[in-house]
């Protein structure tokens, strides 16, 4: 009943690593993912566009993360990772999967469906 699920998250030092999943059960015929995503929103900041790809495999990643997380999918399209290594304690955060899901309709349109979130703490 959740199409999203988020797991992986928990503690970290500075200069480590931690991997998060998010696995989606979003199979109906009708709907069609044209990309996921990860947004983080730290205590008292906006959340933010940390990683996204597409289903075409193309990637975007904030420039604060840039050569430090790496998002992939596998390759059934069901589950979407980060991997985040070098962390820092900025990246203290809750860690969101976002999905943009095509509905085929007669007039198709687009929704966003969001995970309940993962946290993420990095030790100073």
């Known amino acids: 009943q959740v199409p999203l699920v988020e797991s992986g998250g928990g503690l970290a030092a500075a200069g480590g690593s931690l991997r998060l999943s998010c696995k989606s059960s979003i199979t109906a015929s009708h709907f069609a993912i044209k990309a996921m995503a990860w947004y983080r929103q730290a205590p008292g900041k906006q959340r933010e566009l940390v990683a996204r790809?597409?289903?075409?495999?193309?990637?975007d990643y904030a420039d604060s993360v840039k050569g430090r997380f790496t998002v992939s999918r596998d390759d059934t399209r069901d589950a979407v990772y980060l991997q985040m290594n070098s962390l820092k304690p900025e990246d203290t955060a809750v860690y969101f999967c976002?999905?943009?899901?095509?509905?085929?309709?007669?007039?198709?349109?687009?929704?966003?469906?969001w995970g309940q979130g993962t946290l993420v703490n990095v030790s100073s």
């Open positions: 976002n999905a943009v899901v095509s509905v085929l309709t007669t007039f198709p349109q687009d929704i966003e469906v």
């Open positions: 790809i597409t289903f075409g495999a193309s990637t």
